[in-house]
């Protein structure tokens, strides 16, 4: 089980790491309401998260029974996979990196609703978990059961935690954002992570065929 963690770790944080809109609410909100603001956002993320997976699994029995929809499915989530870390490691060595803080895309005062709107008002977000998400909870589904989803989810969240949470703990103190450069390379480390679990996906799905 312990590698399956690991993968929703790393998966978990070459998502959470990459500017958006609630990384920039994240940072807005820890200037304005201090460290813990980060915590709550990805607490009301998680939700989601736990109310998108029940959703998955209520249909799950039949695309188990599907070899063909298990192909489909790790083709498409290696190869998204591998589009977005390729895209991660280019913007990273272009110097396209970088946050925008004039942007906001919230409208929810409660920081707990807006952690959730702003996820569900991402369509890559929905994307993600419809091909790459779902592809991980299949193999977790394989390999532990319930429990192997259990650890995936747990290991994905708390990368979220982590992230968030150190974000709005330093930017909360200091009022700053980490520097450019460690940023940049930790985008395209995590970018390169993301090519290798993708590249593993169409591995395993070329083995079914």
């Known amino acids: 089980m312990i590698p399956i963690f690991l993968s929703a770790l790393g998966v978990g944080f070459s998502g959470a790491m990459m500017p958006g809109s609630l990384l920039t609410y994240t940072i ?3 200037l304005a309401a201090g460290p813990r603001a ?14 998108l997976i029940f959703l998955i699994f209520l249909g799950l029995d039949a695309i188990l029974q599907s070899s063909t929809a298990q192909i489909i499915i790790g083709i498409l989530g290696g190869l998204l996979l591998m589009y977005i870390g390729i895209g991660m490691i280019i913007k990273s060595a272009r110097n396209k990196v970088s946050i925008q803080l004039d942007k ?36 977790s589904y394989y390999a532990f ?10 290991g994905h969240t708390l990368a979220d935690f982590i992230w968030y949470g150190f974000i709005s703990l330093f930017v909360g103190k200091t ?6 450069q460690p940023y940049r390379v930790a985008i395209a480390v995590l970018g390169g992570l993301l090519v290798f679990f993708g590249a593993k996906f169409l591995f395993d799905a070329f083995i079914l065929i």
Do not use: C
């Open 175 to 180: 009022r700053r954002f980490i520097k450019e």
């Open 28 to 30: 807005k909100q820890s």
């Open 38 to 51: 980060g915590f709550i956002i990805a607490l009301g993320h998680a939700l989601l998260e736990i109310l």
């Open 104 to 139: 906001q895309d919230a409208t929810a005062k409660n920081m707990l609703l807006s952690g959730a709107l702003i996820s569900a008002s991402n369509p890559y977000f929905v994307l993600w978990w419809a091909v790459i998400g779902l592809s991980f909870l299949m193999q």
């Open 145 to 154: 059961g319930y429990l192997g989803v259990f650890i995936f989810f747990l």
